[in-house]
Nanobody, 125 residues
Framework: QVHLVESGGGSVQAGGSLRLSCVQS????????KAWFRQAPGKHREFVAA????????NYDDSVKGRFTISKDDASNTLYLQMGSLRPEDTAVYYC??????????????????WGQGTQVTVSS
């Protein structure tokens, strides 16, 4: 069974930075792609960024391009999301997920098999 645990959320002012982490256990970390999603109050869960199994390929939602960076460390089974130039509209619960590249990018989030519990990010203006 795959287990994902996020950390690093918090409250920051607009323009600030945060780094989220997600530690995986229960399956070979490097075997599958990884992604970050977020869900704001009253909204659907939305894609933020993804990284493929090798780490050589990444994909970002247009709303975060140039401000967020996804990365991973296979040695420590950890996925990261470095967030900069944060805006109030980035406020959400952030979730990490793991599955195939295609499922993470192309399917409904409800079809993704493995999720963490989420970490809250609040950006004030």
């Amino acid at each position: 069974q795959v287990h994902l645990v996020e950390s690093g959320g918090g409250s920051v002012q607009a323009g600030g930075s945060l780094r989220l982490s997600c530690v995986q256990s229960g399956r070979t970390f490097s075997s599958y792609a990884k992604a970050w999603f977020r869900q704001a109050p009253g909204k659907h869960r939305e894609f933020v960024a993804a990284i493929n199994w090798s780490g050589r390929l990444t994909n970002y939602d247009d709303s975060v391009k140039g401000r967020f960076t996804i990365s991973k460390d296979d040695a420590s089974n950890t996925l990261y999301l470095q967030m900069g130039s944060l805006r109030p509209e980035d406020t959400a619960v952030y979730y990490c997920a793991t599955d195939t590249w295609e499922k993470l990018l192309l399917t409904d989030p409800d079809d993704i098999d493995y999720w963490g519990q989420g970490t809250q990010v609040t950006v004030s203006s």
